[in-house]
């Protein structure tokens, strides 16, 4: 799943430099928080570097141009945003989307208010998941749109404002299919696998590197 937890952490923004007849600009960026951004960064002979809100974002080369692919968190407010490279500040507008709200009620109270023992061991597996997702590798993704992990029903989407029991917890940041227990699953993109895990909230998880911060 991909940005972030873009576990299949899925891209989508406008910027206010990037080439209107740019096909990865037309595929990726829509401006919504949650989304991705795609900021021209110009020509050069070497790939630049940029960051966003301190770290490193994908940087990917289209044509004769330089492109920042960057992923805008959930958390982030409608308005002015902007990335660092070569000692300029590059900006980008995110715009307004409002996401759908799910209300489920669980019997398992656990998981919507863990007892101390079950807060040890989430924020433990937090940490894990965290260095996981600050990974950044050199290389660069074979794909940016990314491939259905398997082929089923999508049964929740990604951003859906989550209240548990009457409860608002962290919206969700991944896109869930449904398929029997068992059925064979493919990784979205070619990619190095970093971290796996059993995990308090996920379940069984697996964490793919694709290339340059990009991870599902």
Same mark, same amino acid.
């Given at each position: ?32 928080? %949650? ?15 940029? @960051? ?22 959930? @958390?982030?407010?409608? %308005? ?71 082929? %089923? ?33 493919? @990784? ?29």
């Amino acid at each position: 799943m991909p940005r972030f937890f873009a576990p299949l952490l899925l891209l989508c923004l406008t910027t206010f430099n990037a080439h209107a007849d740019s096909y990865i600009t037309r595929l990726l960026n829509k401006p919504v928080p %949650g989304g991705v951004a795609v900021v021209d960064l110009g020509a050069a002979a070497q790939a630049p570097k940029a @960051t966003y809100q301190g770290k490193p974002v994908l940087v990917v080369k289209e044509q004769n141009n330089w492109l920042a692919i960057v992923g805008v968190p959930l @958390t982030v407010k409608p %308005g002015a945003q902007q990335i660092s490279s070569g000692g300029r500040n590059l900006p980008f507008t995110v715009g307004n989307k409002k996401y759908p709200e799910q209300r489920i009620t669980l019997k398992n109270k656990q998981q919507v208010n863990p007892d101390q023992s079950n807060l040890k061991r989430i924020e433990g597996e937090l940490a894990e998941q965290i260095k996981a997702y600050r990974s950044f590798s050199p290389n660069t993704p074979s794909n940016l749109l990314l491939d259905k992990p398997v082929n %089923g029903p999508l049964s929740s989407k990604f951003g859906v404002r989550r209240f548990f029991n009457g409860e608002e917890r962290n919206p969700h940041a991944g896109l869930d299919f449904a398929v029997p227990a068992g059925t064979p699953i493919k @990784t979205p993109a070619a990619g190095k696998v970093i971290l796996t895990g059993n995990y308090f909230f996920n379940g069984n998880t697996v964490f793919v590197d694709h290339g340059q911060g990009f991870i599902s």
